[in-house]
């Protein structure tokens, strides 16, 4: 089948874009406003875009807490989601009032960063600090702006829990990372197999 997305005509019962866009990482963001609450929500409009200097992106449908917050004070955390926490990211993506904060509700430890004041998810087996690098608009071919807002941020500090290192690797056996598919199905990257790139 073939269809154009201005009309969307694609038949199906619901749209397939995100789940051929898929599987996406998972962005959990931490992230503190100007009036010192603290919040947690999960983006899988997320991923890295460039490794140096380390940059990520998360994109919001509209102007939602984790990005007000960044915009307010430069600075959020990405928390790395593994199998085991999957519940919990789950309900920090409720869709609760400004203020409301999800590590609490999620009963997950908050600890503020090391080189920036938003707090992280503290059982999470990888953290990555980020201060803002950039907000924008993206743009439709018509020029229009889309409904959603990209963060990016420059990612200038690491946490990583030495249980899920192997050998000098990180292994992602134990770190059992979930990325989110279309409609409200996630996967785990369980079948790693490795393939080296050809030589010219
Ligand atoms: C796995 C998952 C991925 C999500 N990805 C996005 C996303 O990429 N962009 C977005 O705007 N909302 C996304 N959402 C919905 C937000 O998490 C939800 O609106 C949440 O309340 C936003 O939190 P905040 O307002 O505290 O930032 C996602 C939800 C889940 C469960």
């Not at 997950?108 to 080189?115: C, N, S, W």
């Not at 192997?166 to 785990?188: C, K």
Request: charged share 25%.
């Amino acid at each position: 089948m073939f269809y154009t997305t201005d009309e969307n005509r694609h038949g199906l019962a619901h749209d397939p874009f995100k789940a051929i866009v898929s599987p996406r990482p998972i962005g959990w963001i931490g992230s503190r406003g100007a009036d010192n609450s603290i919040n947690l929500g999960p983006y899988s409009f997320f991923n890295a875009v460039s490794d140096r200097p380390k940059l990520v992106m998360f994109s919001s449908a509209g102007r939602k807490h984790s990005a007000r917050n960044a915009a307010e004070t430069g600075e959020f955390t990405c928390n790395f989601v593994g199998r085991d926490l999957v519940e919990q990211m789950n309900i920090s993506s409720a869709a609760v009032d400004y203020g409301v904060d999800e590590f609490a509700l999620a009963g997950l430890t908050a600890r503020k960063g090391e080189l920036v004041d938003a707090p992280y998810v503290a059982e999470a087996f990888a953290v990555l600090e980020c201060k803002v690098t950039e907000i924008i608009e993206p743009k439709s071919l018509s020029g229009e702006a889309s409904e959603n807002i990209m963060v990016f941020g420059q990612v200038v500090g690491i946490h990583i829990d030495e249980a899920i290192i192997r050998e000098g690797r990180l292994d992602m056996a134990i770190a059992r990372p979930v990325g989110r598919m279309g409609y409200m199905d996630y996967s785990e990257a369980s079948d790693v197999f490795e393939m080296l790139r050809p030589r010219v």
